[in-house]
Nanobody, 118 residues
Framework: QVQLVESGGGLVQAGGSLRLSCAASGSITSIDAMGWYRQALGKQRELVAVITSGGRTNYADSVGGRFTISRDNAKNTVYLQMNSLKPEDTAVYYC????????????WGQGTQVTVSS
């Protein structure tokens, strides 16, 4: 089993910045892709950004140029630096980790609230 603990959410004014962190722990063998998703009230969960084990990144069009995903493999941690935040970025943000152990499993964090005021 792999546990994910997120931190870094909060309330910020439009134009501000936040940095989210997600640390994986437990019976870790090999972590593949790591990513961030978000779900706004009344909407479906959507991909924000993903980073592969080799460091290749992909972003949703809505956050490109403003958000940066990174990872520290030694710490089994993924980060999301969010700059120039907009009210429409308000959502619960979830980290997502693909893990190769005895099988291939995907794990989700508990979610952290990000609220951007106008």
């Amino acid at each position: 089993q792999v546990q994910l603990v997120e931190s870094g959410g909060g309330l910020v004014q439009a134009g501000g910045s936040l940095r989210l962190s997600c640390a994986a722990s437990g019976s870790i063998t090999s972590i593949d892709a790591m990513g961030w998703y978000r779900q706004a009230l009344g909407k479906q969960r959507e991909l924000v950004a993903v980073i592969t084990s080799g460091g290749r990144t992909n972003y949703a069009d809505s956050v490109g140029g403003r958000f940066t995903i990174s990872r520290d493999n030694a710490k089994n941690t993924v980060y999301l630096q969010m700059n120039s935040l907009k009210p429409e970025d308000t959502a619960v943000y979830y980290c997502n980790v693909a893990h190769r152990g005895l099988g291939y499993n995907v794990y989700w964090g508990q979610g952290t609230q990000v609220t951007v005021s106008s």
